[in-house]
């Protein structure tokens, strides 16, 4: 009888474990999805510099939401960003001239003419750096055949664009709002985790690229790394 008790209770603490195991693992890869993200092999990164992986008006790595990355050119060279949000914030409310409009086109993963793509407003994807979501294809099937499961509405570009500029002010107040809360949060990591800097920066994506090569906050990524370069370049 005591062996049978004690054979029991080895079974309930192997089945303890492995649900445990499971659970964690279910809820890693839950958090690890991210239907806008691609492997850094399979992204295009247009823009050149120290930088060119990050947005340069948010911050943000291209490659983790490169399924809604625009481009555009300015004083020949690539700019690339997260969205057309931060690209119609580059141009609009900083000033700067963009022409030569690209977006990656999410049937082939590669950069095509925004004149040429069709785009699917609204859906229930995520959407970046605004809750309206908007995913380019190059062709008008391709866009009709996620309306068809996700919902939203198929636009072309100067349409989507003006769409963006008029709701512009709003979903920067919002992304304001994310990134006054992670600043904090950012300090508060910085403090526990990073070797002090006094080096001041010029962008996000700047100080994001520095906390890399310098190794002050160790192998940092995702997140907390987000939230770090947030904080150091809110300092004056």
Not at 193 to 216: E, H, P, Q, V, Y
């Amino acid at each position: 009888m005591k062996k049978l008790m004690i054979s029991l209770l080895a079974v309930c603490t192997l089945l303890v474990a492995v649900s445990s195991s499971a659970m964690a693992a279910n809820a890693q890869q839950k958090k690890m999805q991210n239907p806008r993200a691609v492997p850094m092999a399979k992204a295009t990164i247009l823009q050149d510099g120290k930088n060119k992986i990050y947005c340069p008006v948010c911050g943000m790595t291209l490659p983790m939401f490169y399924k809604t990355n625009h481009a555009a050119k300015h004083k020949g060279h690539d700019k690339q960003y997260c969205s057309i949000v931060c690209a119609v914030e580059d141009a609009v409310v900083n000033g700067t001239k963009l022409t030569n409009f690209k977006v990656v086109d999410n049937s082939t993963l590669k950069f095509i003419d925004s004149k040429k793509a069709y785009f699917v407003v609204g859906s229930k994807m995520p959407g970046t750096m605004s809750v309206v979501s908007k995913y380019a294809f190059g062709t008008k099937a391709a866009a009709d055949k996620l309306v068809a499961k996700k919902g939203g509405k198929v636009m072309r570009f100067d349409a989507l664009y003006a769409l963006v500029e008029k709701s512009q002010a709003k979903d920067m107040k919002a992304t304001k709002m994310r990134q006054g809360k992670a600043i904090k949060k950012g300090g508060m990591m910085y403090k526990k985790m990073c070797k002090k800097t006094d080096k001041r920066f010029t962008s996000t994506a700047d100080a994001k690229s520095f906390l890399i090569k310098s190794g002050i906050c160790g192998k940092i990524k995702g997140k907390k790394h987000q939230a770090i370069a947030l904080y150091l370049n809110s300092r004056k």
